[in-house]
């Protein structure tokens, strides 16, 4: 069963704590000192906030996470279907997280994942340059996306 993920970049993680611990009525499932997640099951959701480095304030990315690696293989069909650039990351920390995922952006530029998670990490880890993937999924014309040189552009498959 598939779980609609949010990324939230925030300015202060102990308020923003309290406010999503208040608002989903459960404490986060995972917390560290620049990050937190709650795994919802109503709604089924996995959602998370970070702060510092790691964030710019506001809606950082959405994902869809699965539970298994045949939902990750139709989850990856569809994106590559979607007739955009897919960044492959395959496995990686993120998040403190141990994952497999795969990047797209839609054709504004809002970046979104797929992945299964596969175990715990103790950082934080790294994610690959979003905003050169968003920027160059981003329609033409869009005027808030960073325009990149055409050899900056990432190449598709």
Known sequence: MKRLHVHVGVADLDQSIGFY????AAPPTVMR???AKWM?????VNFAISSGNHAQKGIEHLGIQVESGDELVEVYGRLKAADRPVLEEGQTT???AQ???????DPDGIVWEAFLT???ATVYGD??????LASANAAEG???APELSPAARPTCC
């Open 40 to 44: 919802l099951d109503d709604p089924r």
């Open 94 to 96: 993120c998040c403190y």
């Open 118 to 120: 596969n175990g715990e």
């Open 142 to 144: 869009q005027c808030c």
């Open 127 to 132: 994610s690959p340059e979003l905003a050169k």
């Open 33 to 35: 000192e620049d990050y």
């Open 99 to 105: 994952s497999e995922k795969s990047w797209i952006a």
């Open 21 to 24: 611990s208040t608002l989903f």
